[in-house]
């Protein structure tokens, strides 16, 4: 009975992970998207948290962008995925990504 439950478990373990490496693509795309704007348009557009849906595939997806750091060097930037599904989503994939802000030399 206990080996029946850790199989159990294995393939819980194995269903989430592979859920998960499916939102992998469009994390991705998220990250590439966001990371191609300038420091100036991702601090504008990133003063509150942004959370929408995307679709791919025909299946929808959330995506939550976040500015994690904004330092005087750089601007830190975090992407979620998650499809909605429960309990996968309360552990979204994330990824994140640095913007080096354009020092200026004074002479």
């Not at 269903?15 to 499916?22: A, C, G, L, T, V």
């Not at 330092?71 to 930037?77: P, Q």
Request: net charge neutral; charged share 35%.
């Amino acid at each position: 009975m206990i080996g029946g439950q850790w199989s159990v478990a294995s393939k819980h373990e194995t269903s989430e992970m592979n859920r998960r490496e499916q939102w992998r693509p469009v994390l991705d795309a998220e990250v590439k998207k966001w990371s191609a704007k300038s420091c100036a348009e991702l601090a504008a557009k990133l003063r509150d948290v942004k959370i929408y849906q995307v679709e791919v595939g025909g299946k929808k997806y959330t995506v939550e962008v976040q500015l994690l750091e904004d330092t005087d060097k750089y601007l830190h930037v975090g992407v979620d995925v998650d499809d909605g599904s429960v309990p996968a989503s309360f552990r979204p994939l994330s990824s994140s990504f640095v913007c080096e802000k354009q020092q200026r030399e004074d002479r």
